[in-house]
């Protein structure tokens, strides 16, 4: 099953795209995580550290106007 995940608006403190980002790959139940963002908000070198450290080849599936979709797939 492919989770899809919307994070192409910055939150606040309590709802910071990057800390959701890291709680969902961190827990290692969904074996493919599809990102939409932008890379103001999640770089590309940073989406690569965060799969490398937890475990997931990552790379990009589109790239369209400001926004990115990143394909985070377990290795």
Sequence with gaps: MVLQLDLTKAGGCS???????????????????EVATTPEIIPQGLAQLLGNRYGYKVSVKTVENNRIIYVFKKS
């Design 15 to 33: 709802d910071n795209p990057l800390s959701r980002l890291i709680s969902i790959i961190k827990e290692k139940e969904n074996d493919e995580v």
